[in-house]
């Protein structure tokens, strides 16, 4: 998920948030209340918020501030899908401002434009300086236009394109020209040092559409979220087999997350002390954070639980961190070692303190399963209730949790998942039931 500090906020009502933008930026105070008005205006999608934003991203303005708003309220036009807004759109792919530029070339494939005017302007762009080119390609592909396919493959082995350009431009060749030979260029990249090419990568397996990638992907170092995305955009069917492989298998494994199961890169100097294991837990490359983990478990469990509960609370402020410890206390309760303190901190991650969107309630979800089995069955109809567990990821934890317990009333708390709305949850339950 990406973090937005707006969702933190108290939400603006429909009616303030179109006046800040109706308001000419002499009367507004602050100027990022314009970003923050559009962002809201985005949970009223109707014919007047699209009016009050296409006039908005009419005017121009140098202000950094107002800027940035109005590439948001392009995004948001495009969100809702709103057709009206293409050509006043398409007139912003001549400014001088790239980030201006990228938004609309983005909001324009989102719009599905079919104008053959503007998809030749958006191709022009291919031969320009241009700051995202990756863009451009992800763009061409999602239109399924074709008519630059040769520039495209020579920005894949040029050596002056970034890996992101090359990897956009090899889901175009597969999407495009059924070249399937270059996913395993994808898969490679998959594997590369820097985090966010292996980002990108997965965004590149989705846009060509290789369901068969699955397997490899989910064992790449990166974040469970991006492999979720992956599986969620490429699996569309309610079924479980797709070329022979089994979407439980896939799901589990992510929630699961076993270290083990991950296939690290090669890290230099890495250190085998205990500090510096834990120390690792806090970095944003989850490569890692994943080699630490694996490092941990060579570990006495009684070393490793001191560690993690005298570095918890500064654990506390990085939820990354949080997913990492978490999961660390997970393996040491599979060898039957923990403490007291365990469900405490259990009872804050499930709190409404965290988004119901954060990666590491699923986790908490799991270790409550495992350790106080009448907490987890009084907080199934709280799981199975979307209004409280909007993340369809819980909701299925809850379900693989239920699973695995030997006990003959799980296929009736399971029935209350049978018609939920998302189709992984609803297969999960009809396999608990039956």
């Known amino acids: 998920m990406q973090s937005n500090p707006f969702h933190n906020l108290p939400k603006i009502k429909k009616r303030d948030a179109i006046n800040t933008l109706r308001k000419p930026i002499s009367e507004v105070k602050i100027l990022a209340d314009y970003y923050k008005a559009v962002f809201h205006l985005a949970n009223y999608p109707c ?43 398409a007139e912003f792919l001549e400014n001088d401002d790239d980030y201006l530029v990228e938004t609309v070339i983005w909001s324009l494939g989102k719009l599905k434009c079919d104008d053959i005017d503007i998809i030749n302007t958006i191709c022009s762009i291919l031969y320009k300086q241009f700051n995202n080119k990756r863009v451009v390609i992800q763009t061409l592909t999602k239109l399924g236009v074709k008519k630059e396919i040769d520039k495209i493959r020579s920005l894949s082995t040029d050596s ?28 490679n990249f998959l594997r590369l040092s820097n985090q966010n090419d292996r980002h990108c990568a997965v965004q590149d397996i989705i846009n060509s559409d290789q369901i068969s990638a699955l397997p490899f992907l989910i064992k790449s170092p990166i974040s469970p979220s991006f492999k979720l995305k992956a599986i969620d955009s490429l699996w569309s069917e309610e079924i479980l087999l797709c070329k022979n492989i089994n979407i439980f298998d896939c799901i589990d494994s992510v929630i699961v997350d076993d270290p083990k199961k991950i296939n690290t890169l090669e890290i230099n100097n890495f250190k085998k002390d205990l500090a510096f ?8 490359d989850f490569n890692r954070c994943y080699q630490s983990m694996k490092e941990l478990e060579k570990f006495p469990s009684d070393e490793v639980l001191y560690y993690l509960n005298n570095n918890w609370d500064r654990a ?57 089995d009448t907490k987890f069955y009084n907080m199934i109809k709280k799981f199975s209730d979307e209004s409280h567990t909007p993340y369809w990821k819980n909701r299925y934890t809850a379900l693989l949790v239920l699973e695995n317990k030997q006990i003959y009333i799980k296929k009736d ?13 609803r297969l999960k339950a009809r396999q608990v039931c039956s």
């Not at 992101?164 to 898969?187: M, Q, R």
């Not at 294991?277 to 944003?284: A, R, S």
């Not at 990354?320 to 206390?329: P, R, T, V």
């Open 160 to 187: 002056q394109s970034s890996n992101g350009v090359k990897g956009a431009s090899f889901a175009a060749l597969i999407k495009l020209c059924g070249e399937e030979d270059k996913l395993s260029y994808l898969k």
């Open 277 to 284: 294991l834990i120390d690792q837990l806090f970095h944003t």
């Open 413 to 425: 708390f399971a029935k209350s998942f049978l018609n939920d709305s998302h189709r992984f949850v």
């Open 47 to 89: 014919e007047e918020s699209e009016i009050i934003l296409l006039d908005f991203i009419k005017y121009d303005c140098e202000n950094l501030e107002y800027k940035i708003a109005k590439r948001k309220a392009i995004e948001v036009l495009a969100i809702f899908d709103c057709k009206k807004a293409i050509p006043i759109i």
């Open 316 to 372: 506390k402020s990085d939820y990354g961190a949080i997913y990492f410890f978490i999961n660390a206390y997970k393996i040491l309760i599979s060898k039957q070692f923990y403490d007291k303190s365990i469900l405490d901190k259990v009872d804050f991650l499930l709190s409404d303190y965290w988004p119901n969107y954060i990666k590491f309630k699923s986790s908490a979800i799991q270790i409550l399963g495992c350790l106080n």
